[in-house]
């Protein structure tokens, strides 16, 4: 039975315009096991195309070719992948080589498809290599040898999974006359000393010359099939070039025979068979992705764009949350319930009109009404306590906060100072937040001063320097004094109020050091508001209370109040951190909306970036692809190889993105801790696995569509593909 065997073969190409070409007809021939044989023949004559066939990358032909006595047309996908990698060495006019590798791993390539272990690759490798002379090149890249060195790489390649034919296309095409012979050398020995079939393309008949036949084709006919009888084979030489290959594994000879005349034993051979790891795959990746390190950096700072502007939006998100939870901190205490209005219903709803900022206040009718069934429910509790709204013993106080930005400011004007230097024009400090003085604020909350009454406030320690003095004791030791104006509205009408006033203390409120902060008596307040009432000639009312303090004395009868509020008075907030939660959260709502809209966005922008530069680089590497296939590389592994490189690029951009947040954050942290005195800002280290969860999601979905792209390109073409 002959190793190879060809009966009517016809090759027809189908044109674009649906008419076909027909680039072989009617081939018969055979060969045996350790012939070198010459295929001559004019350019376009058909040679490449009558490789491509017995190779096992063209199916599509019509007749039968026999391998071992196998029909090839039978061959499943998988049985044709395994015939490529392990019958079949090609070896290409144009080396074929992969760039990103070493000459090592240009070789070993083909046992990295079949799983084979590290040591024994290399090792099996270097062998090879050793004996076509290169053992002083495996470490270099491709670019970085001569062409009849490249060659021999690719002969080493092609040998290295000790394959029964070796298919070389012009292998001295591109070579000078000198190296042209060491190449035939060694092709010659493979076929004498080896016993394989040679089958090589040439143009010179002088290459020819040293063949054991010779077949020309013209026109897609054989028109010669010539026996050199004068032949001289090669004696076995050990020293020189390879013996009897020393096989991978025991079991690799049978297994290959066998899977090609395809017996029953094969399939549990086979399950032992390896194929392209994930592990080996990524390493490929690596080496591809260093290669163009310049290119795949840029791409991953690109992708990091998003996953920073994620990352920052979201320790934004919690370091202001944070913020807001330490100035409730502020104002709170635990032998207190603080009832404010939650500009809900009853139900829960959002009442209308509510803005969350302006302060909510409350009738009298209602602090009562309030009270009672607080009072009912402390009753049906077994509890002694009662809230007392009256009297001498009354233990509800009233309180109003008003968190509205811009609606008040102070005005300092500086002393004169008598020595007739220029005086800075006063600029009036808008306050962030006035609050009247809660009924458990102590000396201890202040910095310097007393707690202030009438015709005074207190201030942040912003103030400070707003008045150019150094320390709080100067502020006060200096008899600041400002007008403070604030307007805001109530039951419809505005209230405006202009007072000179004393500051009476610098006070210790956390967070809001370097912001002006204004607490003032509430009796005062009051005051104020019936002066600019009367002022305005309308009845004067009086200020009502935003807040109402009742002091339990008692963190249990606290929380069970609180707790009470939060499921039966859904219109009311137990405490100041709930108001301001909830303040908070309406107000971040749509801020968040809005950044969850512009980070999806950049994300897909990211996603479109990924998949154009992937679908660019399964353009750019279409050669590799179509190498990749001709030593047998299933769909699966060259899938394999481009998803686990978009993998890759996942991870690089979401460690980027990463590395930039952590840099940004602290710049940013660092710009504001300067102009506002605090940081807004808290990463939480699951917002990192959040980015490289995301960049590696992203990343890999961009992969899909240019990795199957790449693994059903047809390998003849991807071959041609310059
Ligand atoms: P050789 O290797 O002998 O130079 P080829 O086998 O490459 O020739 O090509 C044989 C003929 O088939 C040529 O005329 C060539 O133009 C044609 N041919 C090769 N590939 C294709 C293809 N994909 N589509 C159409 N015609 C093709
Ligand atoms: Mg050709």
């Known amino acids: 039975m002959a190793e190879l065997e060809l009966k009517h073969v016809f090759k027809d190409y189908k044109m674009e315009n649906k008419s076909k070409f027909t680039a072989l007809t009617d081939i018969n021939i055979s060969f045996e096991k350790g012939e070198l044989v010459s295929i001559v023949g004019e350019s376009g004559s058909g040679k490449s195309t009558l490789m491509n066939l017995i190779g096992g990358l063209d199916s599509d032909y019509q007749g039968i070719i026999n391998i071992d006595g196998k029909d090839l047309k039978s061959f499943k996908d998988k049985q044709l992948d395994d015939y490529r990698k392990k019958k079949i060495g090609f070896v290409f006019q144009s080396f074929n080589l992969i760039p990103h590798l070493s000459v090592l791993g240009n070789v070993s390539i083909a046992l990295t498809l079949s799983n084979v272990k590290e040591s024994v690759k290399n090792a099996k490798a270097i062998e090879i290599l050793t004996k076509l002379g290169l053992k002083e090149h495996i470490k270099k890249k491709p670019t970085q040898l001569s062409g009849g060195q490249k060659q021999r790489v ?9 394959p029964d034919i070796i298919l070389a296309d012009e292998p001295t095409g591109a070579l000078d006359s000198d190296t042209t012979l060491q190449i035939l050398d060694i092709l010659k020995d493979i076929a004498d000393t080896q016993n394989k079939l040679v089958i090589m393309v040439t143009h010179s008949e002088k290459v020819a010359k040293i063949s054991s036949r010779i077949v020309e084709i013209a026109d897609g006919k054989i028109v010669r099939d010539e026996l050199k009888k004068d032949y001289v084979k090669n004696k076995p030489n050990p020293n020189l070039i390879l013996s009897t290959n020393e096989k991978i594994n025991d079991t690799k000879n049978n297994d290959e025979n066998e899977q090609i005349s395809g017996t029953k034993k094969t399939k549990a051979k086979k399950a032992k068979e390896g194929h392209l790891t994930f592990l080996s795959a990524l390493k490929l990746s690596f080496h591809n992705m260093w290669a163009s390190k310049t290119k795949n950096f840029l791409m991953a700072i690109g992708v990091s764009i998003s996953l920073i502007a994620l990352i920052l939006m979201l320790s934004f998100g919690s370091g202001l949350t944070g913020y807001i939870n330490d100035l409730a901190q502020d104002y709170t ?3 207190y319930v603080t009832i404010s209005k939650s500009g809900k219903d009853k139900d829960g709803n959002d009442l209308e009109g509510n803005t969350g900022f302006l302060p909510q206040m409350f009738e009298e009718a209602e602090v009562n009404e309030i009270s009672n069934e607080l009072n009912t429910y402390l009753e049906s509790k077994n509890e002694d306590f009662r809230i007392i709204t009256e009297g001498e013993n009354k233990n509800l106080t009233y309180g109003f906060s008003m968190p509205t930005i811009g609606a008040g400011t102070i005005l300092y004007t500086p002393p004169e100072t008598g020595d007739g230097g220029e005086v800075t024009p006063p600029t009036p400090q808008m306050i962030l937040y006035t609050y009247t003085t809660p009924p458990y604020y102590t000396e201890d909350n202040l910095i310097a001063g007393e707690m202030s009454g009438e015709n005074e406030i207190m201030l942040s320690s912003a103030a400070i320097e707003y008045f150019g003095y150094e320390t709080a004791e100067e502020v006060i030791e200096n008899d600041t004094h400002v007008t403070l104006n604030i307007n805001f509205t109530i039951d419809g009408t505005e209230i405006k109020i202009t007072k000179e006033v004393r500051v009476s203390a610098i006070i210790d409120v956390s967070v809001f050091s ?11 307040l009051n005051d104020c508001v019936v002066e600019a009432q009367n002022n305005e000639g ?9 807040l109402l303090f009742i002091n339990t004395g008692d963190e249990r009868i606290t929380d069970l109040i609180n707790g009470y509020i939060k499921t039966n008075r859904k219109d009311l907030s137990g405490s100041v951190e709930e108001q301001l939660a909830s303040m908070f959260s309406e107000m971040m709502s749509t801020f968040s909306i809005a950044l969850a809209i ?3 966005i950049s994300l897909i922008v990211a996603l479109i970036m990924i998949l154009v530069v992937l679908y660019m680089s399964v353009s750019e590497r279409t050669k590799e692809i179509g190498v990749l296939k001709s030593i047998g590389a299933r769909k699966k592994d060259i899938k394999l190889i ?3 490189e978009s ?4 991870v690089l951009s979401g460690l980027t993105g990463i590395v930039c947040s952590l840099i940004l954050g602290g710049i940013l942290s660092l710009v504001f801790k300067v102009l506002i005195g605090f940081a807004p800002i808290a990463m939480m280290w699951y917002y990192f696995f959040i980015a490289l969860g995301l960049s590696v999601i992203i990343s890999v979905l961009a992969g899909l569509y240019p990795a199957s792209k790449a693994a059903k390109l047809d390998p003849v073409e991807s071959l041609r593909h310059e």
């Open 154 to 162: 690719a002969i080493a390649r092609a040998l290295i999974n000790d």
């Open 642 to 644: 481009f998803s686990t």
């Open 647 to 650: 993998l890759l690029i996942g």
């Open 333 to 335: 205490n635990p032998n």
């Open 598 to 600: 512009i980070s999806g």
């Open 538 to 546: 309308i009845l004067p009312t009086g200020l009502k209370p935003s």
């Open 514 to 524: 370097s912001m002006m902060v204004m607490y003032l008596d509430y009796d005062f």
